[in-house]
């Protein structure tokens, strides 16, 4: 059976390439989303992308996603550390969700050190650039073959 991802993207992910280079690498949002193309090509898997800046919005795509997606690859930026709306909503939407971080949030400021999501959502990813979207992937796509083994 085909498998449905949902690639999700929050604030300011539309900046990579030009933002903090030194932080989040010189990847593009587009870059990044063609390589996650690529990366499942080889699985019975398909791969929508979304990107907002704005809570209501992702919020909206993530409940959409329970009419479609088995899974979903979330950096929900600095969401993070904020929001207790995308947790109910990541919480409500009963889809495994695996959080990714292109820096080390562990490794930065004390207050990106505590994620309001991490406990909702499978796994988190975090410190292995653009690197760690492929991981979350490899994740779910692992999950996947195990649970109908």
Excluded at 65 to 73: D, S, Y
Excluded at 91 to 103: G, L, N
Aim: glycine share 8%; charged share 15%; aromatic share 6%.
């Amino acid at each position: 059976m085909t498998k449905h991802i949902l690639l999700l993207h929050g604030p300011n992910l539309n900046l990579l390439g030009t933002r903090q280079p030194d932080v989040y690498g010189s990847m593009t949002l587009a870059d990044i989303n063609a390589a996650a193309q690529r990366h499942i090509t080889p699985y019975d898997a398909e791969l929508r992308a979304a990107q907002s800046n704005h809570e209501g919005e992702l919020i909206d795509l993530l409940h959409d996603a329970r009419a479609w997606a088995h899974g979903v690859v979330f950096n929900p930026g600095a969401y993070t550390h904020s929001s207790l709306a995308l947790r109910d909503a990541i919480e409500t939407v009963d889809i495994p969700v695996i959080e990714v971080h292109i820096s080390n949030i562990h490794g930065r400021e004390s207050f990106r050190h505590q994620s309001l999501l991490a406990g909702v959502c499978l796994g988190q990813i975090a410190g292995f650039g653009w690197h760690g979207y492929l991981l979350a992937l490899d994740a779910l796509l692992r999950r996947w073959e195990l649970l109908e083994s």
